[in-house]
C-alpha cells in the first residue's frame, strides 16, 4: 500500500499538461525512481489531447507495479478521439512501446490504423487484430424508423463491402459499431456520407435554442482567434487561397455579422485528462458537419437549405429547379425560414464593383455532395441565373436550376407528346432508307481492332429515285395526326428541298424519255422539245433543268400566291393578275382577264416571259408614252405596273411592293433574263443583286413565312435559307469549307438549333453524288448522335459515328466515340436484342461491348456477370482482381467447384498478364490439384509418396494462403477469408489424417507444426493444437520408459 500511495503521489504531482506529454518523473525515492523510467520507458505514448485510452495512463502504470508485464497483455484494451469514435481490441492487446498518436487516427467517419503500411504488422499482432470499432455519425438523431431502418440497412451494406460485420446502430447517441479482423482503413466514403449523413447545407436552430435556452457548459477558455493557424482548416485554404485576406475580404462585405459572430466564435474543444475513463459528446455534432480531416471542430452557422423541387415544363422558358436540402434521402427536415443569403444591395462587392443580389456560390454550398454539370439527355444542372440579362427575377442563392434541352422538339405533337409514329418516320425509316443505298467501306485500325468506316456512295442516275424515296417518307409524316403548323410548313419545305436536290443535281441517262414537266409554258423552243424528241439532247439538256427548275419554283411559291390572292379585294383584278404573274400561274391570270372583257391585255399575258422581241415592243411603248408627255394618271397604276413587269423591269414593277426573295427570283428569270438564260446565270444574276441590296434575302422558310416569333435582322451570311445555297452550289460547284458550314447549319433549314436529322442526309446524299466533299462538318454528325442517343437509338448513333469522314490528324474520333456511346448508354442498348445484334453487325469489336457491359454490371455490382463480361474482352487482369475479391469466395461456399475451375483456368493461359497471379486464382487451382492428387491415385501421387514431402507442400500451400491475405488485406470479403479457412482445414486435415500411419514422431510433430501456420479458427486450432500435446505426451511417455 505505500507503493501505491507513492506512485500515485508521483502521478498527480509531475504530470505536465503544458508539453502536452504525460511523463513520470522524478521524486526524492531513487530507487522507486529508477523502477518508474523503466515503466516509462516500454508504455505506449499518446499525446494529442483529443484522444485518450483505457486504461489511462495513470492506470497502466499502477497495474505495472502491481503487476509487473501487464502492459504486454491488457484487456480490451481501448483508444478513442472525442466527438468521432473509439476502437475497443478483443481479448488481450501488448502496448508496449506503442507510439499510438502515428497507429491510431480517427478523422469524420473513419478510422486509419497503420496508414503506413510499411510499419504494419502480420495479422494478430500489435494494433493489426480483431477490433469493435465505434464510429459517431452527426445529424443522425431526429429520424422516425423508417428512416432509422433504412440509415441501418445502408450502413450495413457499406460494413460488408468493407469485409467488417456491422453489429448495431444507435440513432439516440448516432453510434454505428462493426468488428474488424484486421486493421487498414473503414469508415464511410464521401458518397456513403452523402447518401447517410446530412451536409452542412442543413438547416440548424440557434445552439441556445436547441438546449432549451440553457448554454452547455462547454470549454469556454479557447475563444476563436482569426489565426492562420485556424484558418489554415477553412475553405479558402483548400481552393489555394490566403486565408487571412478572404477573412479580411469577407469583413467588408459583411460588416453587419460581426457582432452576430460574437456567439458562434469558440471552439468545440473536449479536452480529456489522460485519467478519465469517460469522453462527452460534442455538443452540436447533430446539427453542424466537421470538416473530415481539420481540428478542432469549430461551431459555424450553416445556410439554409430550401427543399422544393419543381419541373420545368417543355413549352415554357422557366426551367425546372431544385432548392437545396443537404438531408438524407429519407429524412425529413425542419424549415425555419423561407429566405436565402440577401446581400445589401446599396455596398458593392470590393472585387468586381458591381452590386450582387446572392452571395452564396451554391456548388460550394452544398460541398462535395453537389456538382454542376450535364446529365443525360440534354439536362443541365446549374446555379445561376441567365447570363446577360437585366430584367432578370432576384433569385435565393440557395436555387440550383434544373433544365432539359429539347432535342427531342421533332419527335413532338403541337401538345409537345412525344409521337411514337415520329420517331419510326424521322430517323428509323429515313436511317433505313440511308443504309439501303450503296456503301463503301474502308477498314480502319484502331489499336488492335479494326472498324469499318462507311460511305455512302451512288450516281446521280439514282438521285432521281433517292430523292423521291426521301419525299415519300417526310409525306408519310404529313399524315400522323396532332402536327403543329408549323411542324407541317419545315415538313412541306422539306419535301421543296429534296426535290430541288433531284432537279439541280440529277442526270438522265442518254436512253431515257423526257418527262412532261406540265403545264409550264415555257419558250416554244422548249415546248419543240417535249413533244417532239423523245430522248434527251445534250445540248437540251440544260433547258430541260431550266424548265425543270421553273417548275419547281412555281410549285414552291403557289401557297404564298394562293394567300396573297385570299387578302385582295375581288374588284380589283387587275392587282390580282400581277400577284398571278409573280408565281407564273399565266393560264389563271389570262382567264381572270378575259372573264372582265379585258382581251388586249389578256393577249399580252398570254406572251408573257417568252421572246424577247415582244419585251422591247412594251418597253419601247413606254417609252414612247413617257416621250409624249402621256399623263398616267388616267391609267390605273395596277395596269403600268403590269405593263413593267412585261417589259421586264421589275424593280419598277415593284417599287413599292414586297415579295419574298423565291418569288424575287422567279419574277427575275420568268421576266427579265433571256427565256434561254442558264440556270448559273440566273442564281450569279440573283446573288450580284443581293450583295447590290437590290433584292430581297433569302432567309429560312420559318422565318420567311413567320414561323419564329423574334425579330432577327438577317444581314448576315450565316443564315441563308438551304434552298438559296442549293442553287449557289449548282452555280458554281462551290466547295469551300466556311460555304459548307454556313450550309449544313441547323439554321439553314429550321428555326430548331439542334435538330440536325435531316440536314444530316442531304448531306450524306450530295456526297454520295460527287457534289460536295468535307471532311470538317463534324457539328453535322455529332448533332445527329445527340438526337439519336435522346431518344435511345444507340445503335443508329453509332452508324451515324461511322460514317464520319476519317481525317489523319483525328484517328482515333470514331473509336473514341463508339466507345464513349457504349459506356455511357450500356443500359439501352444491352437491354434491347435488336440494338445489340445491330452494333455487332455493324462490325463494332466485341471485346468493346463486353468491356462497357463489364463496367455497367460492375457499377451494380453483379460481379459475377462482370468477370464473364470481363473475360470475354481479354481484360484479364481486372478479371482476375473481381474473381478474387468478389466472385470465387461465392462459389467456393455454394460448393460450385467446378464454375471456380473453369473461371480459373479460362485465366491460366495468360497467368502472365496478371499481377498476383500465384496469390489470387492461383491459390484455388494449387488447391483442387493438391486435393485431387491426394483423393486420387494417379502419377502426381508419385510426388507426395513420403509424408515429410506432403508436409512440405502443405506447408507451401498454407504460407501462399498466408501470404495472399497480407497482401489482398481489406480487399477481401470475410467470406473470402472464410473460404481461406475452410481450404486450409481441409488440407489440415488430410494432412493430419495420413500423419498416424506409420510415420516418426519428429514428422508427426512437423506436420502439426505445418498445421499451426494455417489460417483457420480459433477453435480448430486449438483442437490440432490438444492432439499435438497428447502426441508429445506420447512421445515422452515412449521416451521414458
Known sequence: MET????????????????????????????????????????PSLLSPEYYMKPCLNELVMRELMNPGYSSHVPDFTIGRVGYGSVKYMGETDVRWLDLDNIVKFHRHEIVVYEDESVKPAVGWGLNKTAEVTLLLQNTTDIDGVQEESIVKKLRQSTERQGAQFISFDPANGEWKFLVHHFSRFGLSEDDEDDIVMDDATAVQDPVERNGGEVSDIDEETPLEHSGNLLSHSLPAHLGLDPIKMNEMRMLMFPDEEEEEDDFNEIISHQKSSSSKEYVKPHLQNSTRISRRSSPTVVRKTPLALLEYNHGSFDSNSPGTILMAQENKSTSLKTLKAEGFNLDLKREIPVSGYHSRNIVDAGLFMGRSFGVGWGPNGTLVHAGSLVGGNDSPKVLSSVIKLEKVAIDKVVRDENNKVKEELQDLAFDSLLNLHKGINHEVKEVAFGGFKLKLQKVVSHRFMLSEICRSYADIIQKQLEVPGLSSSARSAMMHQIMVWE?????????????????????????????????????????????????????????????????????????????????????????????????GDVRLACLLSQAGGSTVNRSDVAWQLDLWKINGLDFRFIEKERIRLYELLAGNIHDALHDLEVDWKRFLGLLMWYKLPPDASLPAVFCTYQHLLDDGRAPCPVPVYFDEGLVEEDVIWRTKERFDISYYLMLLHASEANESGFLKNMFSAFSSTHDPLDYHMIWHQRAVLEAVGTISSDDLHVLDIGLVSQLLCLGKCHWAIYVVLHMPYREDFPYLQANLIREILFQYCESWSSQEHQRQFIENLGVPMPWLHEAMAVYYSYYRDHSKALEHYLECANWQKAHTIFVTSVAHKLFLSAKHSEIWRLATSMEDHKSEIDKWDLGAGIYISFYLLRNSWLEDNNSMSELDSLESKSTVCRNFLGQLNESLAVWGGRLHVDARVAYSKMAEEICSMLLSESGEGSTRDVQLSCFDTVFSAPIPEDVRSSHLQDAVSLFTCFLSEVAT
Open 4 to 43: 501505491l500511495e507513492f506512485v500515485a503521489e508521483i502521478l498527480e504531482s509531475r504530470v505536465t499538461p503544458q508539453l502536452k506529454k504525460r511523463r513520470i518523473s522524478s521524486v526524492n525515492d531513487p530507487s522507486s525512481l529508477k523502477v518508474l523510467r523503466e515503466i516509462e520507458s516500454y508504455l
Open 500 to 596: 430541288l436536290i433531284r432537279v439541280l443535281f440529277s442526270e438522265r441517262e442518254h436512253s431515257q424519255p423526257l418527262k412532261s414537266m406540265g403545264e409550264d409554258n415555257e419558250e416554244d423552243m422548249m415546248q419543240d422539245v417535249k413533244e417532239v424528241s423523245p430522248e434527251a439532247d445534250q445540248e437540251a439538256l440544260p433547258l430541260i433543268r431550266r424548265a425543270e427548275f421553273s417548275y419547281w419554283l412555281q410549285e414552291s411559291v403557289s401557297p404564298r400566291v394562293q394567300h396573297d390572292i385570299s387578302s385582295l379585294n375581288d374588284s380589283n383584278y387587275l392587282e390580282q393578275i400581277f400577284v398571278l404573274l409573280t408565281g407564273r400561274q399565266l393560264d389563271a391570270a389570262v382567264e381572270l382577264a378575259v372573264s372582265k
